[in-house]
């Protein structure tokens, strides 16, 4: 095949889509070897080099796509070379041919053997003979992603134009306005900056992107990739930052705008002096900024002392201010001259927590911490010393020793952060944290009396010896124990000591083990419940450090097993055993249950002592649980193999034990040796005990087994012949019956069992029982809720909205009649119906809705269901709900002037439901506003303090509506 016709060409000239057509067979065939780039521009010269303007444009924008089309690496540096001069020589071209030239120059600067001293005379001719901010936003975006190509890719030939290459890029950037355009510049310039010499063009550089300070544009709404101001604002940041040249400017310039009274500006300013900052922090030297450090020092101050009213603003000068106290830190000399500044100015305000300035002197002292801990730290401290050390120490509460504890705790915790602690001024921090231990150990004092006194003073003190304990002196320390000591034995003191002893015991083992764990243990068993408790609250954290595992754990299993513990004091142990192994990994419970046989002690203490209480027994099962869950399924199944055949149910403690090993026993583990005789013993124990706790227990259980149990044959004949014995029970009107068959169906909806329709069916007929009904209806409530306490691992994929469709056949041609029963059953159902299926039959379902809001019974756990299901459609303004408003904000409204027969919870949904309607637009509330206002005057005299606040709120909504500037 050879090069395409003059008479191809030309027809492929007339169109755009023909013109791409003809561009792609071309590229294909340059690519092919079929001829080569000169042959086609020989034949294509006519177009090229025609007088008339319109030809050579079309002939140029052939050439140039078939140049994007080629593979880069495809032309010779010969070839290149020819068409550099091609397109240099277009510059000079009518601007009409300029769009064409651009998208060829893109195409060539990314061929592979462009010869880079091409590059040079491409760059020269096109800013000489072209006005970049002259061209339409496309063709610029064009040049800018070229511009941005060759920084990255010819850094050498561009640095050998020196001037002559930074004079052209900022004459093609200077004037940008396009954001697209303007993300392209600011995301390619700092690093071009950072890496190319400015030399005498720096300050204009700069200017180029100070006049675009602080940007200020809104994305359009409709554009899907539509860029943002704060994205574009931090691009631009980064650009006026990339130089340490820009210095000076830079600060002026963030100075200038801080003082505007737009909140945008004062942020971006702020933004612009903490980047800077952040960025010299890790390229510059901090001696750039030291000529400018009053400047900026002073317009921060402006914001932070006493500061902004504005909290962003505020917040966002405390983080510029401690970048730059920070920054300054890696030159010490830098570093003491801005904290003797900024310190000078606040510590005088530190000394009096009544002064204006005394919480903007905090804020600022605090970041003078963080940035230079050990100098500031120092500082700050020697001040509250000096003014406590001028202070009588008191039983009274002290409000300015409180407020200068808590500031001290913050000041050592940043100096730990900073590790610089340790280098804190002995003279300084010593009498200080004597000061403090002397008001933890006021509380030793005979006159004090905690119901009278504050122990507020006494926490603030602990604030501050739970940071400052690395730097505790062994005299301190001492002290520090013997006050442990006595507060957790104070027989009426409770204060949280656990951090402090935590903290000393990782610290000093040996001295914490024989002045405080020794001395309480030694005195265990003469303290009373309170002190134990308290004793157990505060020793049990220390159990993951070594030195003091073993003992931690022998207290607590003393008194868990010994047969002379009383019952009480037994059962504050059985409750630390379980916050010990709450806390603790499974790898730690494995190793316990390993090396003591916890399992087995426990489960003989509840059998063998006939006169454990039902709460020590309710922790032994929750133990049991907790060791069960971490063992391996090996273990679990060895364990229920050895202790479920002896266990006898009827009695109270073995049913706890069997709560302990089968309430979350994993489900992979086959029960059906044992599922016969699990199910008849606990039903039998639900029909025939009074006993609530043990009912509750039997009912979880065997929800929880039916849930987990294997779908066979002979395990669905055994469910089948106890639903079968409840029905009997049934018919003689055995309320019991009706609960246990509620969990039984439970568990097996949640499993996904066919059976189940069968027994809620069961449930349905009986909302029409004489007797039964109100029992039935709650059922309902039982099969719907979920009860975070019961393990039903086995759950059925979209379980609820099959149940839902269950329901809905089995009562849906009832409901037509609102009976009671059938109407609070389903409200019970439609509680654990997701939204969207809801939705679905909202239509179906309203009537019933609107019927309960108005049911004469006033039954409030349903009105509370009913209400916030209207509310969840309300908050999304649906239209099913917008077109029967007429019926709901009555309902609303006649339920807020209930006081009597309903709790406050109704009245609350209610208010919140007509609060979420103002939601809805203006010309559908107005005919509601005056009636609406008018009733809710009856609720702001609630005697309820949350109601009241309720109807504020919604009577406030509602006034708004139709006011200038409340419709959106």
């Not at 590229?27 to 001829?35: K, M, P, R």
């Not at 494995?590 to 509840?606: C, F």
């Not at 409200?827 to 299926?837: G, R």
């Not at 409030?860 to 917008?882: A, G, M, P, T, W």
């Amino acid at each position: 095949m050879t090069t395409p016709t003059r008479a191809t060409l030309e027809k492929a000239l007339k169109s755009d889509a023909k013109l791409q057509a003809a561009a792609t067979q071309i590229a294909n065939e340059l690519n092919g070897g079929t001829y080569n780039i000169s042959d086609l521009a020989e034949q294509l010269g006519f177009a090229l080099t025609s007088p008339d303007t319109e030809e050579r444009v079309a002939g140029t924008n052939l050439l140039s796509a078939v140049l994007s089309a080629l593979p880069i690496d495809l032309l010779n540096a010969k070839q290149l070379e020819f068409l550099t001069t091609f397109y240099t020589d277009r510059l000079r071209d009518h601007h009409n041919v300029m769009p064409a030239i651009i998208d060829g120059l893109n195409a060539l600067v990314r061929m592979k053997e462009l010869p880079p001293a091409n590059v040079t005379l491409l760059l020269q001719a096109f800013f000489q003979y072209t006005t970049c901010q002259s061209q339409t936003r496309g063709d610029r975006t064009k040049v800018f992603n070229m511009l941005k190509y060759l920084t990255l890719h010819f850094q050498p030939e561009l640095m050998k134009m020196s001037g002559d290459f930074l004079y052209g890029l900022i004459n093609s950037i200077d004037g940008e306005r396009d954001p697209r355009n303007l993300d392209i510049i600011f995301s390619f310039m700092p690093e071009f900056i950072a890496q190319y010499p400015l030399l005498h063009l720096a300050e204009e550089m700069f200017e180029i992107f100070a006049c675009y300070f602080p940007i200020d544009f809104n994305p359009s709404k409709q554009d899907p990739e539509a860029i943002t101001r704060d994205a574009l604002a931090e691009k631009l940041t980064n650009c006026l930052v990339a130089s340490e040249q820009f210095a000076e400017w830079t600060v002026a310039l963030a100075v200038e705008k801080l003082d505007s009274e737009l909140l945008v500006a004062k942020l971006d300013s702020i933004e612009l002096l903490f980047s800077y900052q952040h960025q010299a922090a890790l390229k510059f030297s901090p001696s750039a900024l030291e000529p400018h450090f009053d400047q900026i020092w002073q317009a921060l101050k402006a914001e932070t002392f006493p500061g902004s009213e504005n909290a962003d603003v505020l917040r966002c000068a405390l983080k510029a201010l401690a970048e730059l106290l920070k920054s300054a830190a890696k030159v010490p000399s830098i570093s003491h001259n801005y904290q003797t500044i900024v310190l000078g100015v606040v510590l005088t305000h530190l000394t009096d927590v009544h002064q204006r300035l005394f919480h903007p002197a905090t804020a600022i002292a605090l970041m003078c911490v963080s940035g230079d801990a050990a100098f500031a730290g120092d500082k700050i401290l020697n001040t509250f010393q000096l003014k406590l050390q001028s202070s009588t120490l008191s039983l009274e509460q002290d409000e300015q020793r409180i407020r200068f504890y808590h500031i001290i705790s913050q000041v050592y915790k940043l100096a730990a952060l900073r590790d610089a602690l340790l280098r804190l001024d002995k003279s300084i921090v010593v009498p200080l944290q004597d000061d403090v231990i002397a008001a933890l150990r006021l509380c030793e004092r005979e006159d004090f009396d905690c119901k009278t006194q504050d122990l507020e003073l006494q926490r603030a003190a602990l604030s501050v010896l739970c940071e400052c304990a690395p730097v505790l002196n062994e005299v301190q320390r001492a002290l520090v124990y013997k006050a442990l000591v006595q507060l957790i034995s104070h027989p009426t003191i409770d204060l949280n000591l656990k951090v402090l002893t935590v903290n000393l015991g990782a610290l000093q083992p040996v001295e914490m083990q024989v002045n405080v764990i020794d001395i309480c243990m030694r005195n265990f068993d003469i303290f009373s419940e309170c002190i134990k408790r308290k004793i157990y609250a505060n020793l049990l954290p220390l159990l993951p450090q070594m030195a003091f595992t073993q003992r931690i754990l022998d207290l607590v299993m003393k008194q868990v097993f010994s047969t002379t513990v009383p019952e009480p004091v037994r059962l504050l142990a059985l409750e630390a055993l379980n916050s010990l192994l709450e806390q603790e990994d499974q790898r730690f419970i494995v190793d316990l249950q390993q090396q003591s046989n916890l399992l087995h002690k426990l489960i003989e203490l509840a059998q063998q002592t006939p006169t454990l209480p039902e709460a020590a027994l309710e922790q032994i099962a929750a133990a049991l649980s907790r060791i069960m869950q971490q063992l391996p399924l090996s273990e679990q199944s060895a364990i229920v193999s050895e202790y479920l055949p002896g266990l006898q149910l009827q009695l109270e403690a073995h049913l706890y034990v069997a709560k302990g090993l089968l309430g979350y026993l994993h489900k992979d583990i086959s029960m059906d040796d044992h599922f016969e005789r699990l199910l008849n013993d606990l039903t039998q124990l639900s029909l025939s005990s009074d006993n609530e706790q043990l009912r509750t227990i039997a009912h979880h259980l065997l929800c929880s087994l039916v849930n987990k149990m294997d779908n066979t044959k002979t395990n669905r004949e055994h469910v089948k012949h106890i639903t079968d014995r409840l029905k009997a029970a049934l018919k003689a009107g055995d309320g019991h019956a009706v609960d246990l068959l509620a969990w039984i169906a439970k568990g097996l909806v949640v499993a996904g069992f066919e059976e189940a329709a069968d027994i809620v069916g069961d449930l349905s007929d009986l909302l029409e029982h004489p007797t039964l009904s109100s029992a039935a209806a709650l059922a309902f409530d039982i099969l719907a809720t979920e009860f975070p306490e019961l393990d039903l691992p086995v759950v059925k994929y979209l379980y609820k909205q099959k149940f839902f469709h269950t329901i809905m056949n089995k009562l849906g041609a009832k409901l037509g009649s609102y009976c009671e029963h059938h109407m609070k059953a389903f409200i019970y159902v439609i509680k654990a119906t997701p939204h969207s299926v809801i939705k679905l039959n909202i239509k179906q379902l309203a009537p019933l809705l609107f019927k309960t809001l108005d049911d004469a019974h006033k039954d409030s756990h349903s009105l509370c269901i009913v209400l916030q299901i209207c509310e969840s459609f309300v908050q999304q303004q649906d239209e099913y709900f917008k077109a029967h408003l007429n019926h709901l904000i009555p309902s609303c409204l006649a339920l807020t002037k209930q006081t009597t027969d309903l709790n406050m919870q109704v009245r609350i949904a209610a208010l919140q439901l007509l609060f979420d309607i103002t939601v809805y637009p203006t010309y559908v509330l107005l005919p509601h506003k005056q009636d609406v206002t008018l009733a809710l005057a009856t609720a702001l005299d609630d005697p309820k303090r949350l109601v009241r606040s309720m109807a504020v709120s919604a009577r406030n909504a509602w006034y708004l509506v139709g006011a200038p500037g409340g419709e959106d």
